[in-house]
């Protein structure tokens, strides 16, 4: 396990560089890969580091995509302040939410997010001179990157602004699950009976997470606003919230290096499959979730893993 | 001298069934306290409400003479009131020493950290040793709890309540589930702790309560019925009749 987590980070970046000399007509296609697993990655740090769920964690996503879409019709063009404004601004709401999240148990907690997201998605909705409602928002224009890297038809400024993102996101996560707080957030997890009975003041650890989950979710939704020029609705919606879930699943939550597969593998699979059958994608892709829990055993991670273990059990 | 523990009337009830009732329990500092009793007695509900863990429904704590009634479990565990569980409360997917180092790391209040790795703290990583050495944990350090056998898991239980550096341990049946050859050696790691640690420990097992023990308290039905030394204990006939008598087999000889 320890292996392929600290492992895995280059060969995913040598991937991705590559797959910009490799695939250079789907530039857009893998910029919306970097965004998605930066938003697995938020996810995740709930989920697979301290074990609690949430079903409504589009709604710090589409924060982050209108904050930095009104930014940009404010006059404010400039990506990463917009970014860094998203950033703040979603990682405030998840801290305003904390009290009503973090007490209770996972039912409530899917109960009271899935909640959230609701209400979010009408108020977005109703605001309609603020978040253009149900149209969206696409009446701004974003300035260069830094003032430096204006974003071009081909998509290039966009794949090198997210993979930096994603990048960052990347190792600031890996330090984080390796710190003292990340191993309080896996005891968390492990038995959040024995935490209180160490000493441990276990909601204001997962108020902490909670904070930096929905930040880094709207950092996420904000480079997907500045580098699609959109904002609507369905970036907070309860679907996006669910994929988010089987990303984190299907790639072996708790495994950072298997959550950014999860979300290509996710993103990749929605894709084939409803150009396979339109009508039937959701058949496939509920398919292969049963297969990553029940076969693969943590997902791509849990099944990489359990191959390393064999491989190296045959020595 | 002021008591490790003094409670006052202290009542712990589920609904209207009363598991503990009216308790006044006095432990001085420095003591070797056994808890008594049958199957069902309160014991573990006791220890419950003395550390907060379920938090009582009538009466008064103090620790070190300082009342801990309102404080929740975690404040009373920084205010030096540790406890192990009858029934393993373990980090299982975490390694040895990682269950350890997390005690640690929150008494010394570093799991606000995030821009450091936690293995990399000499001194957290050396006192995690040395606790693991008094446990005779050493070995398995760096497996994961859940692929240790039943009798190392219950040391684990103990290294990790040591690393919180309490003054006053509360040991709920430390021995359970393993067999009397391994209680012994269990016990006898308890009785090495520092003279200067407070125990409180709940025992089946008369032999062993007989030999550790000081001071003995006996509680029947959620009350005490009784408390003494264990030879005052041993020579209690309402004792025997009520707990020895249903357990015989257990009968110090
Ligand atoms: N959460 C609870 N809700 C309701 N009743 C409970 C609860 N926990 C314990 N009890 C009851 O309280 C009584 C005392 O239980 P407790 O576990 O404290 O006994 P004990 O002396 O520790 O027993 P043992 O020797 O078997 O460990 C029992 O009758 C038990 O059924
Ligand atoms: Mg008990």
Same mark, same amino acid.
Request: charged share 20%; no cysteine.
């Given at each position: 396990m320890r292996l392929i987590r600290i492992g895995a980070g280059l060969p995913l970046l040598l991937a991705a560089v590559a797959s910009f000399f490799l695939f250079p007509e789907y530039l857009s296609l893998l910029n919306t890969l970097f965004i998605l697993a930066i938003f697995a990655l938020a996810y995740d740090l709930l989920q697979g580091h301290a074990g609690v769920v949430s079903l409504g964690h589009a709604v710090f996503f589409g924060m982050g995509a209108y904050t930095a879409a009104v930014l940009a019709a404010h006059g404010v063009t400039e990506p990463v302040v917009g970014l860094l404004a998203a950033l703040l601004l979603s990682g405030l709401l998840a801290l305003l939410l904390t009290r009503i999240v973090v007490v209770g148990n996972d039912l409530t907690r899917l109960l009271v997010t899935l909640g959230i997201g609701f209400l979010m998605l009408e108020a977005a909705n109703q605001a309609r001179w603020l978040t253009? &409602?149900?149209? &969206?928002?696409?009446d701004f224009t974003m300035g260069p990157v830094l003032g430096l890297f204006r974003f071009d038809f081909a998509g290039e400024t966009a794949f090198w602004y997210s993979l930096a993102a994603l990048v960052l996101v990347y190792a600031f996560l890996w330090r984080l699950t390796t710190s003292p707080f990340g191993l309080a957030l896996r005891g968390i997890r492990e038995n959040v009976r024995r935490m209180p009975a160490i000493g441990a003041p276990v909601r204001r650890h997962l108020a902490t997470a909670y904070t930096i989950s929905g930040g880094i979710a709207g950092l996420a939704g904000a480079l997907l606003a500045q580098t699609s020029n959109f904002a609507s609705l369905d970036m907070l919606g309860f679907e996006r919230s669910a994929e988010v879930m089987m990303m984190a699943t299907l790639g072996g939550t708790g495994s950072i290096p298997g959550v950014v597969l999860g979300a290509v593998g996710f993103s990749y699979l929605k894709d084939a499959l409803s150009a396979m059958s339109p009508k039937y994608w959701h058949l496939g892709i509920g398919l292969v979730l049963m297969l990553s829990v029940f076969v693969l055993r943590g997902g791509i991670a849990g099944g990489v893993s359990a191959l390393l273990r064999r491989l190296r059990g045959w020595e | 001298m002021t008591p490790a523990i003094e409670t006052e009337g202290l009542t712990l009830r589920y609904g209207h069934f009363t598991? !503990?009732?009216?308790v006044s329990l006095r432990v001085e500092a420095g003591a070797r306290h056994a808890l008594i009793g049958p199957n069902g007695a309160g014991k573990t509900s006791l220890v419950h409400a003395l550390t907060g863990n379920v938090p009582a429904t009538a009466g008064r704590i103090r620790v070190a003479g300082q009342? !801990?009634? !309102?404080?929740?479990q975690a404040e009373r565990v920084r205010r030096g009131l540790a406890r192990t569980f009858q029934i393993n409360q373990l *980090? +299982? =997917?975490?390694?040895v020493i990682e269950n350890v180092s997390l005690a640690i790391l929150e008494r010394e209040r570093k799991? +606000?950290? *995030?821009? +450091?790795? *936690? #293995? #990399?703290d000499r001194a957290v990583a050396e006192e995690a040793r040395e606790h693991l050495s008094f446990a005779h944990l050493e070995e398995m350090a760096d497996r994961p709890v859940r692929s240790l056998p039943y009798g190392s898991q219950r040391l684990v239980e103990i290294a990790i309540a040591l690393a919180t550096r309490p003054r006053v341990l509360v040991l709920d049946?430390? #021995? #359970? =589930? !393993?067999p009397a050859a391994q209680s012994e050696s269990i016990f006898e790691r308890i009785n090495a702790l520092p003279r200067d640690l407070t125990l409180l420990f709940v025992e089946h097992d008369m032999g062993l309560v007989f030999r550790f023990a000081e001071r003995i308290t006996v509680l029947v039905g959620g009350r005490i019925m009784t408390e003494g030394t264990p030879a005052e204990i041993q020579a209690d006939e309402r004792v025997r009749e009520v707990y020895l008598g249903r357990r015989g087999h257990h009968g110090a000889a």
């Open positions: 253009g &409602g149900a149209d &969206g928002m696409s | 598991a !503990v009732g009216d009342d !801990v009634t !309102v404080l929740s *980090f +299982r =997917g975490l390694t799991t +606000r950290q *995030f821009w +450091r790795s *936690f #293995a #990399a049946e430390p #021995a #359970a =589930g !393993v």
